[in-house]
């Protein structure tokens, strides 16, 4: 039987980007501190893995990285660590930099992206699904039609393994990747240096049937852009009336 693993201990929280699509908003303060029902994007992401029992966190930081280390010296839930990066290397160099700092299976998460969950917590589905002899990387992935501020074509589809593939170049993908993965440290076994996109790993593993997929039954919400941001509110405020 394929061998699962528990909740990882740690996870790597992506929060060295500079997010220009936010325009003036992150000309003075970085994307992951943009406050989302009165708190900051990163702190939302670090809940979330508090309550999934994550213990530890590296955050990797550039664009105005010192305010967000400021800003997270006032959180004692978690143990939090820094992997400073003297240029932006990226998603896929970011989390290449610090995996000395992580697990041989762990969480990676984007500092800027908002969800909530149903009845189980994503992080915990993604723990339980995962097989650590089996594929490489876990992405939370949320349908399309229920991403709340995205309008794009989405990213993948899924067979009904859950083996992910990428779209078509005309092709209309039913899931946008969420932000959300759990992943073995081997997926980095042939990444290149410096400053690379985690989607060059992702290819990778597809090509070898290494790529799982795991559909999100909550909400999300999709921050790319003050209007993204305006949509987000509004969505929350209203769920809150409703409740």
Same mark, same amino acid.
């Given at each position: 039987?394929?061998?699962?693993v528990k909740?990882?201990?740690?996870?790597?929280?992506?929060?060295?980007?500079?997010g220009?699509?936010?325009?003036?908003?992150? @000309? /003075? *303060?970085p994307?992951?501190? &943009? $406050?989302? #029902?009165?708190k900051p994007l990163?702190?939302h992401?670090? @809940? /979330? *893995?508090?309550?999934?029992? &994550? $213990?530890? #966190?590296?955050?990797?930081?550039?664009?105005l990285?010192?305010?967000?280390?400021?800003?997270?010296?006032?959180?004692?839930?978690?143990?939090?660590e820094?992997?400073?990066?003297?240029?932006?290397?990226?998603?896929?160099?970011?989390?290449?930099?610090?995996l000395p700092?992580?697990?041989?299976?762990?969480?990676?998460?984007?500092a800027d992206?908002?969800?909530?969950?149903s009845?189980?917590?994503?992080?915990?589905?993604?723990a339980?699904?995962?097989?650590v002899?089996?594929a490489?990387a876990?992405?939370?992935?949320?349908p399309?039609?229920r991403a709340?501020?995205?309008?794009?074509?989405?990213?993948?589809?899924?067979?009904?393994?859950?083996?992910?593939?990428?779209?078509?170049?005309?092709?209309i993908?039913p899931y946008?990747?969420a932000?959300?993965e759990i992943?073995?440290?081997r997926?980095?076994?042939?990444a290149p240096?410096g400053?690379?996109?985690?989607?060059?790993?992702w290819?990778?593993?597809?090509?070898?049937?290494?790529?799982?997929?795991?559909?999100?039954?909550?909400?999300?919400?999709h921050i790319?852009?003050?209007?993204?941001?305006?949509?987000?509110?509004?969505?929350l405020?209203?769920?809150?009336?409703?409740?």
């Amino acid at each position: 039987m394929p061998r699962r693993v528990k909740i990882p201990d740690t996870a790597m929280v992506l929060a060295a980007g500079r997010g220009k699509r936010m325009r003036n908003l992150t @000309d /003075r *303060l970085p994307k992951p501190l &943009v $406050t989302v #029902a009165g708190k900051p994007l990163i702190d939302h992401v670090l @809940d /979330r *893995l508090v309550e999934a029992g &994550v $213990t530890r #966190a590296v955050v990797n930081l550039n664009y105005l990285g010192e305010r967000i280390a400021g800003h997270l010296a006032g959180r004692d839930d978690i143990a939090i660590e820094f992997s400073r990066e003297s240029e932006a290397l990226e998603t896929g160099g970011g989390i290449r930099q610090a995996l000395p700092m992580l697990g041989e299976v762990f969480f990676a998460v984007n500092a800027d992206v908002f969800w909530l969950d149903s009845k189980d917590r994503a992080l915990e589905r993604l723990a339980a699904t995962f097989a650590v002899d089996g594929a490489d990387a876990l992405l939370l992935m949320q349908p399309t039609s229920r991403a709340i501020g995205y309008e794009g074509a989405g990213d993948f589809l899924l067979d009904p393994m859950g083996q992910a593939r990428r779209r078509g170049e005309r092709e209309i993908a039913p899931y946008v990747f969420a932000g959300v993965e759990i992943v073995h440290r081997r997926l980095f076994d042939d990444a290149p240096a410096g400053a690379f996109s985690i989607n060059r790993l992702w290819d990778g593993a597809i090509e070898h049937g290494r790529l799982g997929g795991l559909v999100h039954d909550g909400e999300w919400y999709h921050i790319g852009t003050p209007e993204g941001l305006a949509m987000a509110e509004a969505g929350l405020k209203t769920r809150s009336v409703e409740r």
